[in-house]
């Protein structure tokens, strides 16, 4: 399986991007997925997470209420849609799939990851 996330960039403080993810196949239907971020210097940690029919989702409390986690099953497809961005944002991107149906903070409970995109915010 493979992840290709995509939808990062350059924006301004307060602006707005949507990060897509897709599979390469329609393996992701029954499990949960999630997004993660490195910024430079710092370890990889926890955004959001869904669970496998997009009924639960879960979030780290630096995005609660800028980030929105959704999937949309048919096209195999995650989304985050991040509002609201600070430049500490910044960071490389990571969807991944979870081994499990329900989503999850914790990476070892994901079977597959994703590249990356990278998002930075300016000042």
């Known amino acids: 399986v493979q992840l290709q996330a995509s939808g990062g960039g350059l924006v301004q403080t307060g602006g707005f991007l949507r990060l897509s993810c897709a599979a390469s196949?329609?393996?992701?239907?029954?499990?949960?997925m999630g997004w993660f971020r490195q910024a430079p210097g710092k370890e990889r940690e926890f955004v959001a997470t869904?669970?496998?029919?997009?009924?639960?989702?879960n979030y780290s409390d630096s995005v609660k209420g800028r980030f929105t986690i959704s999937r949309d099953r048919a096209k195999s497809t995650v989304y985050l849609q991040m509002n609201s961005l600070q430049p500490e944002d910044t960071a490389v991107y990571y969807c991944?799939?979870?081994?499990?149906?329900?989503?999850?903070?914790?990476?070892?409970?994901?079977?597959?990851w994703g590249k990356g995109t990278l998002v930075t915010v300016s000042s």
């Open positions: 991944a799939i979870s081994r499990y149906a329900t989503g999850s903070s914790q990476a070892d409970r994901y079977a597959y």
């Open positions: 196949r329609r393996t992701n239907s029954n499990n949960g």
């Open positions: 869904i669970n496998w029919n997009g009924g639960d989702a």
